[in-house]
């Protein structure tokens, strides 16, 4: 190469090198945080996808079952015709005085968004910080129809989903690094990273899984001794009812225990309740309100706060982004900073917010829609509780394999006994064994699940999370696609009875020195 060119090629080296982004300090709580239900599974998955749009690609299926995350209408589930409509006429209004919209649209559907409308002028403008009035009014009955008793609007925030109202309550307790605050371990991880982003303690407690993921007093109780004994400053407990990744119902009994341990240790307690209506068992939603106020009158004033969502139950409309939170037995320093919080932001979407009224307050008995409206809600929760029992049945004659019934939600958490070779490859690779079983998982069938390990789980045990939201039809393909991979793994890797045994023992043998690791 010529003088002049290696100088040519020296300075385009150079310009490259000052084109390029420098590298920057982040902020590390952003780095350590972990969302396991959209992290490394579900990238491959996209990957994937990307190779099979418009060409063969040689992979061993034609599809990805997103399994991994509660998003019912990905997967086919249909929205509700009276709240698409609602929404719709909240978004163009003209359209209800045209007489293609007279025809298109029930009148109560009519009626109703000309009532949002009356409250908030139009959807394209900012509501008050605390939400819609209107709609926390509808709010508040709910909850008084549910519960039998009291509820103000003033104790009702609305919010994008539960999460930005579990992120706020939990920014706003976290105010030192030794403050901390309890959850269950299995648990949906949007609590572990939104304590990792403020810099407080995650203190789990382990739900019984012999006993169908029940929680007890005294695994409380070894949980908030473990963290007072560490220096930490317990604010807040959590409890997921019913449950995720678990999908138990609590039992009266159990939410009693919870409400009198944290009264006795001055715990503010954040009950998750977004899945109080997919209920697929005998046990019935009791909301944490209620029991409260249904016990002796000393614990009426505890520190609660309740959260729910339109993204689950029979709506599943995630990408709305509605939900709420009630705040009770707070003072009125909190509320203020909670309302300061909420003002940050501006507001809740506003679309949200009529969703979140439709959702606690939909079509009266005797209205042009109800009828509708109920076959819809109840088809859909009856095709729910199908999928959950085949789900869980069909698992549990899987080798080496034990999910406990759902009873609630939209998720199993089987035990899985690895074989000790399959662990021992694992290490080899450097992964967690259900990681790597999850991996394999997708890359032979598909199938996108989300290992035990991104929720918790005792050590020596390994799980995955699946979702029951395929529709009827391809919830049986993925079984069997599922059956077959499962099979051959075990059979590749010589899984024997005693591998079962063995990860029954180590669930069984969990001690508090071990359970205070997580």
């Given at each position: 190469m010529s003088q002049r060119r290696k100088t040519a090629a020296a300075a385009a080296d150079r310009g490259a090198a000052a084109a390029a982004p420098k590298p920057r300090k982040l902020n590390q709580k952003v780095v350590e945080a972990e969302y396991a239900v959209r992290g490394e599974l579900v990238i491959k998955a996209d990957q994937y996808r990307q190779q099979m749009e418009g060409k063969a690609t040689g992979l061993p299926f034609k599809e990805i079952i997103a399994c991994n995350i509660g998003n019912p209408q990905e997967l086919g589930?249909?929205?509700?015709d009276f709240f698409r409509q609602v929404v719709?006429?909240?978004?163009?209004?003209?359209?209800?005085?045209?007489?293609?919209?007279?025809?298109?649209?029930?009148?109560d559907a009519i009626q109703r968004a000309q009532a949002y409308l009356a409250s908030m002028k139009t959807t394209g403008a900012y509501t008050s910080s605390q939400g819609t009035r209107a709609v926390r009014e509808e709010v508040a009955a709910f909850i008084e129809r549910r519960d039998g008793y009291k509820s103000s609007a003033e104790?009702?925030?609305?919010?994008?989903?539960?999460?930005?109202?579990?992120?706020?309550?939990?920014?706003?307790?976290?105010?030192?690094?030794?403050?901390?605050?309890?959850?269950?371990?299995?648990?949906?991880?949007?609590?572990?990273?939104?304590?990792?982003?403020?810099?407080?303690?995650?203190?789990?407690?382990?739900?019984?899984?012999?006993?169908?993921?029940?929680?007890?007093?005294a695994e409380l109780e070894r949980s908030l001794k473990a963290a007072q004994k560490k220096g930490v400053s317990v604010k807040a407990l959590v409890v997921i009812?019913?449950?995720?990744?678990?999908?138990?119902?609590?039992?009266?009994?159990?939410?009693?225990?919870?409400?009198?341990?944290?009264?006795?240790?001055?715990?503010?307690?954040?009950?998750?309740?977004?899945?109080?209506?997919?209920?697929?068992?005998s046990t019935p939603?009791?909301?944490?309100?209620?029991?409260?106020?249904?016990?002796?009158?000393?614990?009426?004033?505890?520190?609660?706060?309740?959260?729910?969502?339109v993204s689950k139950g029979f709506l599943g409309e995630c990408g709305q982004r509605g939900g709420y939170m009630?705040?009770?037995?707070?003072?009125?320093?909190?509320?203020?900073?909670?309302?300061?919080?909420?003002s940050i932001s501006l507001c809740s979407n506003s679309t949200g917010?009529?969703?979140?009224?439709?959702?606690?307050?939909?079509?009266?008995e005797g209205s042009p829609s109800y009828a509708h409206y109920c076959q819809q809600r109840d088809d859909t929760l009856a095709s729910l509780k199908r999928r959950a029992k085949v789900l869980a049945d069909t698992l549990n004659t899987l080798s080496g394999v034990r999910c406990n019934a759902i009873e609630g939600a939209m998720y199993g958490f089987p035990m899985v006994a690895l074989p000790p070779a399959f662990v021992a490859e694992a290490k080899k690779q450097n992964k967690q064994p259900d990681?790597?079983?999850?991996?394999?998982?997708?890359?032979?069938?598909?199938?996108?699940?989300?290992?035990?390990?991104?929720?918790?789980?005792?050590?020596?045990?390994?799980?995955?999370?699946?979702?029951?939201?395929?529709?009827?039809?391809?919830?049986?393909?993925?079984?069997?696609?599922?059956?077959?991979?499962?099979?051959?793994?075990?059979?590749?890797?010589?899984?024997?009875?005693?591998?079962?045994?063995?990860?029954?023992?180590?669930r069984a043998g969990r001690t508090p020195h071990t359970a205070s690791r997580l």
């Amino acid at each position: 190469m010529s003088q002049r060119r290696k100088t040519a090629a020296a300075a385009a080296d150079r310009g490259a090198a000052a084109a390029a982004p420098k590298p920057r300090k982040l902020n590390q709580k952003v780095v350590e945080a972990e969302y396991a239900v959209r992290g490394e599974l579900v990238i491959k998955a996209d990957q994937y996808r990307q190779q099979m749009e418009g060409k063969a690609t040689g992979l061993p299926f034609k599809e990805i079952i997103a399994c991994n995350i509660g998003n019912p209408q990905e997967l086919g589930q249909k929205p509700l015709d009276f709240f698409r409509q609602v929404v719709a006429l909240c978004q163009y209004p003209a359209a209800a005085a045209t007489p293609e919209g007279q025809r298109i649209f029930a009148p109560d559907a009519i009626q109703r968004a000309q009532a949002y409308l009356a409250s908030m002028k139009t959807t394209g403008a900012y509501t008050s910080s605390q939400g819609t009035r209107a709609v926390r009014e509808e709010v508040a009955a709910f909850i008084e129809r549910r519960d039998g008793y009291k509820s103000s609007a003033e104790d009702i925030y609305l919010t994008d989903g539960a999460s930005s109202g579990v992120k706020a309550v939990i920014q706003l307790l976290i105010s030192a690094p030794n403050d901390g605050v309890m959850i269950p371990i299995p648990q949906y991880p949007l609590y572990s990273a939104t304590l990792t982003l403020c810099g407080g303690v995650q203190c789990g407690y382990y739900l019984d899984e012999a006993n169908g993921w029940a929680l007890s007093r005294a695994e409380l109780e070894r949980s908030l001794k473990a963290a007072q004994k560490k220096g930490v400053s317990v604010k807040a407990l959590v409890v997921i009812n019913p449950g995720n990744p678990t999908g138990q119902v609590l039992s009266r009994k159990n939410m009693e225990e919870v409400v009198e341990f944290c009264h006795a240790n001055g715990v503010l307690l954040m009950a998750d309740e977004v899945y109080q209506t997919n209920i697929y068992a005998s046990t019935p939603f009791t909301s944490f309100k209620k029991v409260v106020h249904a016990m002796p009158k000393k614990y009426h004033n505890l520190e609660l706060v309740s959260f729910h969502s339109v993204s689950k139950g029979f709506l599943g409309e995630c990408g709305q982004r509605g939900g709420y939170m009630e705040v009770c037995g707070v003072d009125a320093a909190f509320r203020a900073q909670l309302l300061k919080f909420a003002s940050i932001s501006l507001c809740s979407n506003s679309t949200g917010q009529i969703m979140t009224g439709l959702m606690v307050n939909p079509p009266a008995e005797g209205s042009p829609s109800y009828a509708h409206y109920c076959q819809q809600r109840d088809d859909t929760l009856a095709s729910l509780k199908r999928r959950a029992k085949v789900l869980a049945d069909t698992l549990n004659t899987l080798s080496g394999v034990r999910c406990n019934a759902i009873e609630g939600a939209m998720y199993g958490f089987p035990m899985v006994a690895l074989p000790p070779a399959f662990v021992a490859e694992a290490k080899k690779q450097n992964k967690q064994p259900d990681v790597l079983y999850c991996l394999r998982l997708l890359e032979q069938t598909g199938i996108v699940v989300v290992p035990g390990s991104g929720f918790g789980q005792i050590p020596g045990t390994w799980h995955f999370r699946t979702t029951i939201l395929p529709s009827e039809a391809a919830i049986a393909e993925l079984l069997g696609r599922m059956r077959t991979f499962h099979e051959q793994l075990m059979h590749e890797y010589g899984y024997k009875k005693s591998d079962f045994d063995a990860a029954l023992a180590a669930r069984a043998g969990r001690t508090p020195h071990t359970a205070s690791r997580l």
